[in-house]
């Protein structure tokens, strides 16, 4: 009967326990996904404003479609979106993005050298 005793207290322990730590399996799982690249909302924002006009899955701009879809890269894994955020890379240093024949009739489209900034500091994974 003694020994009885003690197993609602140890039910209790237990349930304590889970409770401090609650699903810790999750973040385990989450930590061994490829995962893709978490757009920062100031990446987001300027690449919303600045190019997803030509690179989102309905453009009708059929070659900056296949080239970069920025949903495709959100959803893509780490090694794949690597190479795609290295190509990004590219443009800004190159200053080709948006592509200046489009820039003449949208010079509003522009990234300004801030935004450029921006987007290549994301590339790079450095901080701020
Ligand atoms: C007016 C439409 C348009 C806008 C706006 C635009 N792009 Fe593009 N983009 C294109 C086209 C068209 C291509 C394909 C160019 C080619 O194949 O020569 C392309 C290609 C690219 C590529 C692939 C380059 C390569 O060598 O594979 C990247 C990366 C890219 N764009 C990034 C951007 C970024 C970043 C922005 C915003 C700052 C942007 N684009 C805005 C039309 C656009």
């Known amino acids: 009967m003694k020994k009885l005793a003690f197993l609602p207290v140890a039910a209790l322990v237990g349930i304590l326990f889970l409770q401090a730590n609650p699903k810790p399996e999750a973040d385990t799982f989450h930590a061994m996904q490829p995962e893709a690249p978490a757009l920062p909302a100031e990446v987001k924002a300027i690449v919303q404003q600045k190019c997803y006009g030509c690179h989102n899955p309905q453009s009708k701009n059929e070659k900056g479609k296949a080239k970069l879809d920025w949903d495709a890269l959100e959803a893509a894994k780490k090694s794949k ?20 024949r489009f820039l003449e009739s949208n010079p509003d489209k522009k990234l300004t050298a801030e935004e450029a900034a921006t987007l290549l500091q994301w590339t790079t994974g450095k901080k701020k």
Not at 85 to 91: L, N, P, R
């Open 81 to 100: 979106s690597l190479a795609t955020m290295g190509k990004i890379k590219e443009t800004l240093e190159e200053g080709t993005m948006p592509p200046a």
